[in-house]
């Protein structure tokens, strides 16, 4: 995913004026908002205390998840957070994939 949006900025005249890639760091950055879109580590356990607005979510099958943002997570604060989950169900009935799923 951060390869395509760095691509995206890349090949984009506006989007290069507006915002900073930074490879070795896999982060591009917005000064005048402070905004950034960065790849956090799939270890969901070592990244408690982030605050984002969004979370795009990939395999989450694979990750040890047993909460979302309407249940506890770290950035529940969010006035609208926004997460986007990619999986598939797997074979656990009590699983955060599975719910998200269903």
Same mark, same amino acid.
């Given at each position: 995913? &951060?390869?395509? *949006?760095?691509?995206?900025?890349? !090949?984009? @005249?506006?989007?290069?004026?507006?915002?900073?890639?930074?490879?070795? #760091?896999?982060?591009?950055?917005?000064?005048?908002?402070?905004?950034?879109?960065?790849?956090?580590?799939?270890? #969901? !356990?070592?990244? +408690?205390?982030?605050?984002?607005?969004?979370?795009? &979510?990939?395999?989450?099958?694979?990750?040890?998840?047993?909460?979302? @943002?309407?249940?506890?997570?770290?950035?529940?604060?969010?006035?609208?957070? +926004? !997460? +986007?989950? *990619?999986?598939?169900?797997?074979?656990?009935?009590?699983?955060?994939?599975?719910?998200?799923?269903?």
């Amino acid at each position: 995913m &951060f390869n395509v *949006a760095a691509h995206m900025v890349a !090949l984009s @005249p506006v989007l290069s004026k507006r915002l900073r890639v930074v490879e070795h #760091a896999a982060r591009i950055g917005e000064e005048k908002t402070n905004s950034v879109h960065q790849v956090v580590t799939a270890d #969901a !356990l070592g990244n +408690l205390g982030s605050n984002p607005s969004c979370v795009i &979510f990939d395999e989450v099958l694979t990750q040890p998840v047993t909460y979302g @943002p309407r249940c506890g997570s770290t950035w529940a604060p969010r006035v609208q957070p +926004l !997460l +986007l989950a *990619a999986t598939a169900a797997g074979n656990d009935p009590t699983s955060f994939a599975k719910s998200e799923h269903d």
